[in-house]
Nanobody, 119 residues
Framework: QVQLVESGGGLVQPGGSLRLSCAASGSIFGINAMDWGRQAPGKQRELVASIYSDGNTNYADSVKGRFTISRDNAKNTVYLQMNSLKPEDTAVYYC?????????????WGQGTQVTVSS
């Protein structure tokens, strides 16, 4: 089992910045990825950024150049630095952990943290 706890959400004005953190505990090992997803009211959850255990990263087009994902493997923590925030970035942001194995992929989600971008 893996437990994920997000922090760092809040209210920010357009153009501002926020840094989200997610601490993972439990069975963290092997080939894996840590992600940030978000879900706005009335919309499906979308993956916005991923970082793999080899350090490779992926971003959704909507956040490229504005968001940066990073991880501290010693602390089992993943971060999302969000700059130049827009009202359309408003959503609940979820941390996720995926472990890839010969028996398939195990996927865990945190409880989420609210990010509101508004003046």
């Amino acid at each position: 089992q893996v437990q994920l706890v997000e922090s760092g959400g809040g209210l920010v004005q357009p153009g501002g910045s926020l840094r989200l953190s997610c601490a993972a505990s439990g069975s963290i090992f092997g080939i894996n990825a840590m992600d940030w997803g978000r879900q706005a009211p009335g919309k499906q959850r979308e993956l916005v950024a991923s970082i793999y255990s080899d350090g490779n990263t992926n971003y959704a087009d909507s956040v490229k150049g504005r968001f940066t994902i990073s991880r501290d493997n010693a602390k089992n923590t993943v971060y999302l630095q969000m700059n130049s925030l827009k009202p359309e970035d408003t959503a609940v942001y979820y941390c996720s952990y995926r472990r890839f194995g010969i028996d398939g992929t195990r996927h865990y989600w945190g409880q989420g943290t609210q990010v509101t971008v508004s003046s």
